[in-house]
């Protein structure tokens, strides 16, 4: 239909009825063979498989955590875990296709669900108790990064700083690479080569050994913690004995189904203090 478009408009209207009125006869005809036809459990099968194979690939969207494992929980699950992905073609999971298939769709979905764990981790971090440190702005810079350097001295070689961009983040990006004239004196500020970065947190500078991480934080939060909070990510298997299961929710529009993916992800987390400085 969208071909006859640009003609149509010189056309006789009576023959414009019969051409609109033919495309949408071929459109209906199509829709029924669609919904018809049953997805290829191949296609399926391949993109569970994938799925469950990255269940260990969480770890690039944890830059701030190190030391913990990713493993299979010893028991069976308790609570499951779902996830949806809207606005899936069944024409391009049918064979032959009836919808010109997307080549790296499935490939996509891997890592969105990879970046869905990561989030999941963040979510639960963020949900833990923090222990609120008042510093007045007027302290800034001097007395914010003496206070910080004093409390980090307690997580050894482990303390990750969590700061907004702007400002902390946007100073600290300017005294790596500029020694300015607001560099509180005798604060060693040095960019490490080779830091990972990634799950919405960027790497910015090491600050008196303190690892410092950007992140979607309010402009007057930091948060201070040890990067060994986090124990492990256990993956437990559910009733089917996988430790992924995939379902193909077809809606009333086959073109704009579901894919609900069920998984169980159990998290570990060490007993340690969260400083949230307010400032």
Not at 4 to 12: C, D, F, K, N, V
Not at 34 to 40: E, H, S, T, Y
Not at 145 to 163: H, M, N, S, Y
Request: overall charge neutral; charged content about 20%; some cysteine.
């Amino acid at each position: 239909m969208t071909l006859l478009r640009p003609w149509l408009g010189s056309t006789p209207s009576w023959l414009q009825a019969i051409l609109t009125g033919a495309a949408a006869i071929i459109q209906s005809r199509r829709l029924e063979r669609l919904k018809a036809r049953p997805p290829d459990s191949d296609k399926l099968r391949n993109l569970r498989n994938n799925l469950e194979h990255v269940m260990g690939g969480v770890e690039g969207q944890l830059p701030t955590f190190g030391g913990f494992t990713v493993g299979h929980a010893a028991n069976p699950a308790q609570r499951t875990d779902r996830w949806q992905v809207g606005g899936i073609d069944k024409g391009e999971l049918v064979t032959p296709p009836l919808s010109p298939e997307r080549t790296d769709l499935f490939e996509t979905i891997v890592g969105w669900f990879i970046e869905h764990r990561g989030n999941l981790v963040w979510q639960s971090f963020c949900q833990r108790g923090r222990q609120r440190v008042r510093i007045a702005s007027s302290r800034y810079p001097i007395g914010f990064w003496k206070k910080v350097v004093k409390l980090a001295a307690d997580f050894g070689t482990d303390a990750v700083l969590l700061v907004p961009f702007d400002p902390i983040g946007s100073d600290i990006s300017t005294w790596t690479y500029r020694h300015g004239d607001d560099l509180p004196a005798g604060l060693h500020v040095e960019f490490r080569q080779n830091q990972p970065t990634g799950g919405g947190t960027g790497y910015v500078a090491t600050v008196e050994g303190i690892k410092f991480y950007t992140a979607q934080l309010p402009a007057d939060r930091v948060w201070l913690f040890s990067a060994r909070t986090l124990g492990s990510i256990l993956y437990a298997r559910l009733p089917s004995g996988n430790l992924v299961d995939l379902v193909f929710d077809e809606a009333d529009d086959p073109r704009q189904s579901t894919f609900v993916v069920s998984f169980a992800q159990m998290l570990e987390w060490h007993d340690l203090p969260i400083i949230e400085f307010v400032v």
